[in-house]
């Protein structure tokens, strides 16, 4: 089980801002998006034969004293623990989402060296990476008319039609449902990930 730490801006998102109003022209009439939040999702892998738990307590320091992961000026942050952070990653109150990776391997080797070696760290194995944006949207008939919001706005397949998310570049997960951690880590622990379509939360 690998430890957590989810960032955003608490200033204006310039990037999530031009999404938001770039996404409202591409939805189907009689759909609306509410709301766009941009998020950064670090997993903290521990390394074979190790547990979370040798390294998330001097972690916790590491991020609250450091600028490593959080300017505390532009952002606000959610750091949890394996044991604490349950069984399934957990949706915003009327949200869904798209997770996105790196096609290739998300491990930030260079990030991690520059933390272990100002912070050491017994245990810690790898930084992944990968983006999560959250939607608020609202049908016609009062639902969040997910899949058409989803394909509207989610990878990119030609004009007009995608914004978030770059196949060719990225793979993307629709969180449609509460998802187990276990599949997040297994989704961002492939090395390199193939072309395919967007692949939905078990439910």
């Known amino acids: 089980m690998s430890a957590v730490l989810t960032?955003?801006?608490?200033?204006?998102?310039?990037?999530a801002e031009t999404a938001l109003e770039t996404g409202r022209a591409l939805l189907p009439e009689g759909v609306s998006?509410?709301?766009?939040v941009r998020e950064e999702l670090y997993l903290f892998e521990p390394a074979p034969g190790h547990a979370a738990t040798a390294f998330e307590a001097p972690l916790e320091r590491a991020i609250e004293s450091?600028?490593?992961?959080?300017n505390p000026n532009k952002e606000r942050?959610?750091?949890?623990?394996?044991?604490?952070?349950?069984?399934?990653?957990?949706?915003?109150?009327?949200a869904w989402g798209i997770l996105a990776r790196s096609r290739e391997d998300t491990r930030d080797g260079v990030l991690l060296e520059r933390l272990l070696r100002e912070h050491p760290l017994p245990g810690l194995g790898a930084i992944r990476r990968a983006r999560v944006w959250?939607?608020?949207?609202?049908?016609?008939?009062?639902?969040?008319?997910i899949e058409a919001c989803h394909a509207?706005?989610?990878?990119?397949?030609?004009?007009?039609?995608?914004?978030l998310t770059n196949p060719h570049a990225e793979a993307?997960?629709?969180?449609?449902?509460?998802?187990?951690?276990?599949r997040v880590e297994e989704f961002l622990s492939q090395d390199e990930v193939?072309?395919?379509?967007?692949?939905?939360s078990d439910r």
């Open 66 to 70: 450091s600028n490593f992961f959080v």
């Open 7 to 15: 960032t955003r801006l608490k200033i204006t998102d310039l990037t």
């Open 172 to 182: 993307s997960l629709l969180l449609d449902g509460p998802l187990p951690w276990a």
């Open 33 to 36: 998006l509410d709301r766009l």
């Open 194 to 200: 193939e072309r395919a379509s967007t692949q939905r």
């Open 134 to 145: 959250w939607l608020w949207t609202n049908g016609p008939r009062g639902g969040a008319s």
């Open 152 to 163: 509207a706005l989610g990878p990119v397949e030609g004009a007009r039609r995608g914004l």
């Open 77 to 94: 942050h959610r750091f949890l623990k394996s044991a604490a952070r349950g069984d399934s990653i957990r949706l915003p109150d009327g």
